[in-house]
Each structure stands twice: as structure tokens, then as C-alpha cells.
């Protein structure tokens, strides 16, 4: 009787002392797979308008929701600035839990990271020279096209009949290298090319939707995407904390709230089009893409 009681005092003592030291930070937020208790690593390349960070918090779309998400479910963000392509080597080594920064959804994707529902959609761009107005594939026959390393499209663009693909570290080496003639025309990220250009209106440059059908072979070119947050594979906990938050910010409108801010409180951010291209595939069969409440002005 005297063990039982000693064992229970003891136990009673170290589980007050990990309450207090915030070691059960885990538990408490529904066993989350985390590299540091209580904290969320994000993985983060800095490009406007999607992610940046400031004055301690992550600025931009993508990042303010992505700190809206770490503090609904109770963690401390840690930010990791890297290059675009070095993002989903990183979630998928553990070096850290999450990645964001205008990450479009596709099928090879999703066979090395998990990922979130969406936090809203995307459609491609065709950034050319105000001198041409682009917006099928087929123009793009034989041009000198780029894209940045790492992006989903880069095979699709590959496809594309006597075209010449070049890649870049950056959005901005490649924006330089268009706006010197060295190359035709660039896919990057939609809301960072509206954003650019509107901060640089002297500049020749247009960005043209791609206004074909859609196209099963250039099916990223040609319908419109999930814009998501990468997670690991090995985290499955953590995405569905992550997924109940995004849902919370759909329902109350947040999203195109914190879009307005940076330019972008266009309805069509929030649109998911007619193809549903993660159902039956990474999600059941009758998933629907979320949308805005009708309430949301």
C-alpha cells in the first residue's frame, strides 16, 4: 500500500512539473507529430505577396493564414527562410513540420508530402511583353518559355511542341530575364506576378490568363488549382489539425479578408471551377472543394 501511495505522490509531482514546463505541449494539442513541442516549423521562400515575416509574425496570404492556423491550434511559429525548391525536400526530411508560399496541388506531389485543403485557388498566367497577348498553348509553339524549379508545371511546359524551357531559382532572376528579351514568356505564381506589376508599372509586361479548355495533358495549365500547405507524410495528426482550421477560416470568410489586404479580394481566388481533381485521388470520391458562404462579401 505505502509503494502505491509513494508511486502515485511521484507520479503526481512529475506530471505537474511537465504541465508546468510545457513538455505534455503535444498531447495537449491532439499528439501532433512536431519537430519541437509546441512549436510549428514553416518552411518559407519570401516571396510577396504570399509569404514573408515581420515584426515576429508571418506577413503575406499565405503566411498570415498559415500563422492563423499555428496559433488557432495553439503553437508557436518558427519561421525557415529558404529557396522555393529546397521546400518539399525539407518537409519530407523533417527538417521542418510544414512548407506554404502560393504551392499549387498536383498528383506527383502528393505521392512525397501530404497536403492541406485548400486555403484558395489558382489559375495560370501567361507573363509576356505587352507587345503580345498570349493565351493558349499553342502560342506558345516554339517560344523561349521559363519557370521556377520546383514547380509543379515544369513537365507540362516540357510537353509544350518545340518550345524551349528554362528554369530559375527565383521569380526574380526569371521577371529580369523577361523584362531583357531573354526570354518570351514566364509561369510563375498568379499573386505574385499581380502583385509585382503593380508595384512596377513601368514595366512592358502583362500577365494573361490562359483562356482554352481544359486540357487532361496540360491539365495545371489549363483548369484551376488548390493553393495549399505541404506536411509530412509521417504527419497525419497534424494535417487534420491543420485542414480543421482552414475549414474554420472558409466559414468565416478570413481568407479573402486577409486577400483584400495584399490586392487580391477578387471572388475568383475563391472559385474552384468545375474540375475537382483531388476526389477519389488524395480525398474521398465525394469531397467538395470548399467555398466561400454565400455571406461573405
Known amino acids: 500500500m505505502s509503494k502505491l501511495k509513494f508511486g502515485s505522490a511521484v507520479l503526481g509531482v512529475a506530471m505537474s512539473l511537465l504541465l508546468a514546463s510545457g513538455s505534455l505541449q503535444q498531447a495537449g494539442a491532439g499528439g501532433l507529430e512536431l519537430i519541437e513541442e509546441g512549436t510549428l516549423n514553416v518552411a518559407f521562400n519570401g516571396d510577396m505577396p504570399g509569404t514573408g515575416f515581420q515584426d515576429g509574425k508571418l506577413v503575406g496570404l499565405d503566411g498570415e493564414l498559415m500563422q492563423m492556423v499555428a496559433e488557432k491550434i495553439g503553437l508557436k511559429v518558427k519561421p525557415n527562410l529558404m529557396e522555393w525548391a529546397a521546400e518539399i525536400q525539407s518537409v519530407k526530411t523533417r527538417r521542418v513540420d510544414i512548407m506554404h508560399g502560393m504551392m499549387g496541388w498536383n498528383d506527383q506531389r502528393i505521392k512525397v508530402i501530404n497536403i492541406s485543403d485548400p486555403i484558395y485557388y489558382g489559375?495560370?498566367?501567361?507573363?509576356?511583353?505587352?507587345?503580345?497577348?498570349?493565351?493558349?498553348?499553342?502560342?506558345?509553339?516554339?517560344?523561349?518559355?521559363?519557370?521556377?524549379?520546383?514547380?509543379?508545371?515544369?513537365?507540362?511546359?516540357?510537353?509544350?511542341?518545340?518550345?524551349?524551357?528554362?528554369?530559375?531559382?527565383?521569380?526574380?532572376?526569371?521577371?529580369?530575364?523577361?523584362?531583357?528579351?531573354?526570354?518570351?514568356?514566364?509561369?510563375?505564381?498568379?499573386?505574385?506576378?499581380?502583385?509585382?506589376?503593380?508595384?512596377?508599372?513601368?514595366?512592358?509586361?502583362?500577365a494573361v490568363p490562359i483562356s482554352q479548355g481544359f486540357d487532361k495533358k496540360y491539365s495545371l495549365l489549363t483548369g484551376k488549382y488548390n493553393v495549399v500547405f505541404g506536411l509530412s507524410q509521417d504527419a497525419p495528426e497534424l494535417l487534420k489539425a491543420v485542414n480543421a482550421q482552414i475549414a474554420e477560416i472558409w466559414a468565416r470568410c478570413a481568407n479573402r479578408e486577409v486577400a483584400k489586404k495584399y490586392g487580391l479580394g477578387d471572388a475568383s481566388w475563391f472559385d474552384p471551377g468545375e474540375l475537382n481533381q483531388r476526389a477519389g485521388v488524395d480525398r474521398p470520391a465525394d469531397w467538395k472543394q470548399p467555398t466561400l458562404p454565400a455571406n461573405c462579401k
Do not use: C, M
Open 123 to 206: 489559375g495560370a498566367n501567361i507573363t509576356q511583353k505587352k507587345s503580345t497577348n498570349w493565351s493558349t498553348v499553342k502560342d506558345l509553339e516554339g517560344k523561349t518559355i521559363a519557370t521556377i524549379q520546383g514547380f509543379g508545371w515544369i513537365d507540362q511546359l516540357k510537353a509544350i511542341e518545340g518550345a524551349t524551357l528554362k528554369l530559375y531559382d527565383t521569380s526574380d532572376a526569371a521577371i529580369r530575364d523577361l523584362l531583357a528579351g531573354r526570354i518570351e514568356a514566364l509561369f510563375a505564381d498568379p499573386p505574385l506576378i499581380q502583385f509585382a506589376i503593380s508595384k512596377n508599372p513601368d514595366w512592358d509586361i502583362h
